[in-house]
């Protein structure tokens, strides 16, 4: 089992900036890849960016150049820098991490961008 727990959702105005880390516990060994999701009200669930265990990343084209996903592995923390925010970046955002068998999310953490 995996948890994931995010933090650093928050009321931002546009073009400002916001940092969301994801910690994980429990068998952390066993996660490969980790990644970021949103949910805007009434809208399915998106990828954001995803980042392998071996560091490659892939983002929504929505957000190329804007956000940058990172890991810290040692500390089994997932970050999302998020700049330049708009206000239809907002959403729900949610922490995932893959293993070979399970597929875990966190609670989710709210983001909301005013005009």
């Known amino acids: 089992q995996v948890q994931l727990v995010e933090s650093g959702g928050n009321l931002v105005q546009a073009g400002g900036s916001l940092r969301l880390s994801c910690v994980a516990s429990g068998s952390t060994f066993r996660i490969n890849a980790m990644g970021w999701y949103r949910q805007a009200p009434g809208k399915q669930r998106d990828l954001v960016a995803r980042?392998?265990?071996?560091?490659?990343?892939n983002y929504a084209d929505s957000v190329k150049g804007r956000f940058t996903i990172s890991r810290d592995v040692p500390k089994n923390t997932l970050f999302l820098q998020m700049n330049s925010l708009k206000p239809e970046d907002t959403a729900v955002y949610y922490c995932?991490?893959?293993?070979?068998?399970?597929?875990?999310w966190g609670q989710g953490t709210q983001v909301t961008v005013s005009s």
């Open positions: 980042i392998s265990s071996g560091g490659y990343t």
């Open positions: 995932n991490a893959d293993t070979v068998y399970d597929s875990y």
